[in-house]
């Protein structure tokens, strides 16, 4: 038993020592065969890196060989650059050496120039001078005879080349406006009616006139007062005067007078109430007049204010003309001729309408009519197209557009019409003399006659003094000076007769 018990234990310590011995073998094996492949890895890594430094070095030697090539072109290059930059300096400086040299001689030049300039103004002056002497002349009065030659020798070409120039484009120009202007006054035929605006109011009897009056004077005061007029009356049977320079107040006064009478009750408190009346009478038929103006027109965007101005040209004259009638038909006219010329007709009928406005309110405000009305286009919105077209119409303004000018040549015609204006003889006959005093203040002048109601003007001159060059500018200088010191409607013809009549006897 105990022998057995030995024996085991002894065969199991074998067991256990030969198994350890045979683990350590194997681990011994494996651990040889692992140091084999490290050394063959080791040497397979060395091989690997001696192949990369080489082919590095293989590289870095091609890029030093192409760095060394690229530093020696661009070294050759830099040479070539420094050499042609240095030929250019060198040529520089020898431009530059040329240059100061041409410059020295330039102003050697220019002193040279200036010395021999004085000595020919020198020359010159003595020149003039001993020529000054010679002629006993100075040099602008020999200028001036020199020309007076001259104009005198070409005098008859330059009348003739301008009587052609002026015949010919006259002619094309009358022909075609004659047309157009023919054509507008056929297409809008309207009578003329001379119009005044009414200042006086028939009564029908002394003891209307009695009332009129009042107790000393009592009824007439209040009316004044009430109607801002005066009323004149004098010893001429069946009627009285109202007088005032504002012609709304006059027909106030008149539709006030004509209703007092009718009722028969004249007295202060009634007079009163006449006169209100009147006015709401007078202010309806302002309005409904501006009104139908604009829509006979076609004008019909206009601010109401402007029309209710406009309305108030119905009681205005103009040497007999009624103001709005007056501009209607000026914006008919205008209207036409803007259609035929290719302008705004709607500007050109505006402008024409409104262009007499500031007559409305001159007798109120300060200023003349167009700038009157100017300001009031331009304070109630109106078009600005419109100021332009109707601010012209005088020439006070220049003509900044085709509707303007249209406008102006529309008041000539309206204007201008036999019968459209009529006047008082005695400024009629004033109008003629200042007209005949304008021509006959020019030198050379031997009559002048006022003709055609003052729409020409016939001038004769002494042939001997003026020619045919200086009569054409006397024609011209008679019209500016017309246009400049008088005033009236329409146009006025200057001509102008130089003519020499030789007469002789034979016996």
Do not use: C, W
């Not at 250019?88 to 030049?109: A, F, G, N």
């Not at 009638?325 to 209207?335: N, T």
Request: no cysteine.
């Amino acid at each position: 038993m105990t022998t057995s018990i030995v024996a085991v234990l002894v065969g199991a310590l074998v067991g256990i020592l030969a198994g350890y011995f045979l683990r350590y073998a194997i681990a011994l094996a494996k651990k040889k065969s692992m140091e084999i492949e490290i050394k063959q890895a080791r040497l397979q890594s060395k091989e690997e890196a001696q192949k990369i430094i080489e082919k590095a070095e293989e590289k870095a030697e091609e890029i030093l060989t192409e760095v060394k090539a690229k530093e020696e072109k661009k070294e050759q290059e830099f040479k070539q650059t420094n050499d042609r930059l240095f030929k250019r300096e060198e040529q520089i400086d020898k431009r530059q050496q040329i240059v100061e040299t041409e410059l020295t001689s330039i102003k050697q030049k220019a002193e040279d120039l200036q010395v021999i300039k004085q000595k020919l103004a020198q020359k010159e002056e003595e020149k003039i001078a001993e020529l000054e002497r010679i002629s006993n002349l100075s040099s602008e009065e020999a200028k001036q005879e020199l020309l007076k030659d001259i104009e005198r020798r070409a005098e008859s070409d330059l009348v003739t080349r301008i009587q052609k120039l002026e015949s010919t484009g006259r002619e094309t120009l009358d022909t075609k406006a004659r047309e157009i202007l023919v054509s507008t006054i056929q297409r809008y035929a309207n009578s003329t009616v001379n119009d005044l605006t009414t200042t006086s109011v028939s009564i029908p009897s002394d003891d209307a006139k009695g009332k009129i009056i009042g107790k000393e004077g009592r009824n007439i005061r209040a009316f004044e007062r009430a109607a801002g007029v005066e009323v004149i009356i004098d010893d001429t049977p069946g009627s009285i005067i109202i007088s005032s320079f504002d012609p709304i107040r006059r027909q106030i006064a008149r539709v006030a007078l004509e209703n007092l009478i009718l009722d028969g009750r004249i007295q202060p408190a009634k007079i009163e109430e006449a006169v209100e009346k009147a006015k709401d009478e007078i202010n309806t038929i302002i309005k409904e007049k501006g009104e139908q103006a604009a829509y006979e027109v076609g004008v019909l965007n206009l601010d109401p204010r402007i029309t209710a101005i406009l309305g108030r040209l119905y009681f205005r004259t103009s040497y007999g003309q009624n103001v709005l009638q007056h501009s209607i038909e000026m914006s008919h006219i205008a209207g036409m001729l803007a259609e035929q010329l290719g302008a705004d007709p709607y500007i050109a009928r505006a402008g024409a309408l409104v262009h007499d406005i500031g007559k409305a309110l001159d007798h109120e405000v300060q200023g003349t009519h167009v700038q009157i009305g100017m300001r009031i286009l331009r304070k109630f919105g109106a078009d600005e197209r419109i100021v332009s077209a109707m601010k012209a119409h005088h020439e006070e303004y220049p003509y900044e557009t085709l509707e303007s000018i249209i406008v102006q040549t529309a008041d000539a015609i309206s204007g201008a019409r036999p019968g459209a204006r009529r006047d008082t003889a005695e400024n009629y006959v004033k109008r003629l003399q200042e007209l005949e005093g304008v021509a006959t203040s020019f030198d050379g002048v031997e009559k002048a006659f006022a003709l055609s109601a003052g729409r020409e003007v016939r001038v004769f001159v002494y042939p001997d003094k003026v020619s045919d060059l200086e009569a054409e500018k006397m024609a011209r200088n008679i019209a500016d000076q017309i246009e400049k010191d008088l005033k009236y409607p329409g146009e006025i013809k200057i001509t102008l007769i130089r003519e020499n009549r030789v007469v002789e006897y034979a016996r």
